[in-house]
């Protein structure tokens, strides 16, 4: 009986140590506020970090399906996630990371807050047809970097990227 208690402690301890304790991704808040009848602020917050790789991760981002690498793309969608081509956009994104080589750069075993904000002004649309539209983050690609110093280019797929979605404009 007391080495079957002393091989669980063991077993209990190594899966303690082996599990991670910062996560990879996740969206923690998305925003759309009506700024006047000629702008809307959205606003998507998420956090970005691991114990195994450091990360480099975009600050610039344009209004696009398919932006250059390290630029993260996003568009605007209708309430039937139809992209509205009209207005003009403009879209940052902010961190206290540091930034290396024109890139956040996140360190291994850090969590670090990443905000985009893009300011939309919707030009010739009526303000009633801006009332259901929402921003939607298109790719949100990142540059993983080992203990070796090796780089891996990667990227958010689509499963991931449903949740990087505001809410409708207040």
Do not use: H
């Given at each position: 009986?007391k080495?079957?208690?002393?091989?669980?402690?063991?077993?209990?301890?190594?899966?303690?140590?082996?599990?991670?304790?910062?996560?990879?991704?996740?969206?923690?808040?998305?925003?759309?506020?009506?700024?006047s009848?000629?702008?809307?602020?959205?606003?998507?917050?998420?956090?970005?970090?691991?114990?195994?790789?450091?990360?480099?991760?975009?600050?610039?981002?344009?209004?696009?399906?398919?932006?250059?690498?390290g630029?993260?793309?996003?568009?605007?969608?209708?309430?039937?996630?139809?992209?509205?081509?009209?207005?003009?956009?403009?879209g940052?994104?902010?961190?206290?990371?540091?930034?290396?080589?024109?890139?956040?750069?996140?360190?291994?075993?850090?969590?670090?807050?990443?905000?985009?904000?893009?300011?939309?002004?919707?030009?010739?649309?009526?303000?009633?047809?801006?009332?259901?539209?929402f921003?939607?983050?298109?790719?949100?690609?990142?540059?993983?970097?080992?203990?070796?110093?090796?780089?891996?280019?990667?990227?958010?797929?689509?499963?991931?990227?449903?949740?990087?979605?505001?809410?409708?404009?207040?």
């Amino acid at each position: 009986m007391k080495i079957s208690i002393y091989i669980f402690a063991i077993l209990v301890l190594f899966c303690a140590t082996q599990v991670s304790t910062v996560a990879a991704y996740f969206t923690t808040e998305q925003k759309a506020e009506r700024l006047s009848d000629s702008s809307i602020l959205f606003n998507i917050e998420y956090k970005f970090g691991s114990d195994r790789y450091s990360y480099m991760m975009p600050i610039f981002a344009k209004r696009s399906n398919d932006p250059e690498y390290g630029t993260l793309g996003y568009n605007i969608v209708d309430e039937d996630g139809d992209i509205v081509a009209d207005g003009q956009s403009v879209g940052m994104v902010f961190s206290n990371a540091s930034f290396a080589n024109g890139q956040y750069q996140i360190d291994r075993g850090v969590l670090k807050t990443m905000e985009l904000f893009v300011l939309f002004d919707p030009k010739d649309m009526k303000v009633k047809d801006t009332e259901k539209l929402f921003l939607q983050v298109t790719s949100l690609p990142f540059v993983m970097i080992d203990r070796e110093n090796n780089q891996f280019k990667g990227s958010l797929n689509p499963s991931e990227l449903q949740y990087y979605i505001t809410p409708e404009i207040n």
